[in-house]
């Protein structure tokens, strides 16, 4: 590995090396989504009914919601942390990663509802109420009410720690029912989002035969670039918090 | 020509309009046209600046909140 701090001329170059070494994947994200946006549009897909080009959104809408999945879970990790070791920190941490995760599955949802509103609604000729009736949308909102139920349980304590204690529980319990309402009971019942019966994919996206190879090399990158972003707009809230809450965390 | 002719005529136009329609159906259509002409790039110039104002403005945060860090004692 190249040490820059053997060479003393090369002051600035030592800087610059070991600031990279910290930023080096705010860069990494930076550079997966330019080449989600550039070769999301520009490269080759599949070639299919009723979806046509918007099957690009796959590196756009799908990548919303994996990357709610993984703060969601990072969340669930610090709410743990904190029920283990009492330290507010991992308190701070898990709210922000929930608030997040909260953000882009709302863009999650927003997302999907235009996608729908013209490969369901205009070309399958859906009606408005078949829509409503949708599980996997159905689904969808009661997972984020209930992230959102997290931060109003949260709001409602004067004491500190014993919003962290009702609220790390709660976050676990938020956790575990994002896999019934998003994951699994919109597969037992009929939908019209991939992964339903019906629909011919098993598990959308993640499915090796069913995910075509040309929208692969764009989705894998896209997923980590935008969790990355996520992550880093994530460690900006934890940071200004504790800059807010010093008098609070002894360290 | 009388009415019925023509009302024929019309009839047999419309239906040999729809044939180019028909024809298209067979492939799902693509944006090639878009692609053909090259305004895909001013597209993706609008998403990059887009998505580049954004990351450059969530970089100026990051530096500012790592000033306020340095600053607290």
New interface residues.
């Given amino acids: 590995m190249f040490n820059a701090s053997l060479y003393p001329n090369f002051a600035a170059l030592n800087i610059l090396y070991h600031n990279v070494r910290k930023i080096w994947w705010?860069i990494l994200?930076?550079l997966l989504?330019?080449y989600t946006?550039?070769g999301g549009?520009?490269m080759d897909v599949p070639?299919?009914?009723i979806?046509?080009?918007s099957i690009r959104n796959l590196y756009f809408h799908v990548c919303m919601w994996f990357a709610m999945m993984i703060l969601f879970g990072i969340s669930i990790f610090h709410s743990i942390r904190y029920l283990l070791s009492n330290n507010l920190r991992f308190d701070i941490n898990a709210r922000q990663y929930a608030a997040v995760g909260s953000v882009l599955g709302l863009l999650g949802y927003i997302t999907g509802a235009i996608w729908a509103n013209y490969t369901w609604k205009t070309d399958q000729s859906q009606s408005l109420a078949s829509i409503l009736k949708e599980p996997k949308l159905i689904g969808a909102a009661i997972a984020l009410l209930i992230y959102g139920a997290y931060f109003v349980l949260r709001g409602s304590f004067t004491d500190i720690d014993k919003k962290a204690r009702v609220s790390a529980v709660y976050n676990i319990f938020a956790f575990a029912m994002l896999f019934p309402s998003i994951w699994i009971i919109p597969r037992l019942v009929g939908s019209l989002h991939p992964g339903a019966p019906g629909s011919d994919s098993g598990n959308p996206a993640l499915n090796f035969k069913d995910i075509d190879s040309r929208l692969r090399i764009v989705f894998y990158p896209a997923v980590i670039g935008w969790t990355l972003?996520g992550v880093?707009?994530t460690t900006?809230k934890i940071?200004?918090q504790l800059?807010k809450d010093?008098s609070l965390i002894h360290e | 020509m009388n009415r019925t002719a023509k009302r024929i005529l019309t009839s047999a136009l419309l239906a040999l309009t729809s044939i180019p329609g028909m024809a298209q159906s067979t492939t799902p259509d693509m944006a090639d046209a878009m692609r053909a002409n090259g305004k895909i790039y001013v597209v993706v110039a609008v998403c990059l600046t887009i998505l580049l104002g954004l990351i450059a403005y969530v970089f100026a945060i990051d530096r500012k909140i790592s000033k306020l860090e340095k600053e607290q004692p």
Avoid: G
Wanted: proline share 0%.
């Fill in positions: 705010k994200s930076l989504l330019v946006v550039t549009l520009l070639r299919l009914f979806l046509n080009e972003l880093w707009i900006l940071r200004l800059l010093k």
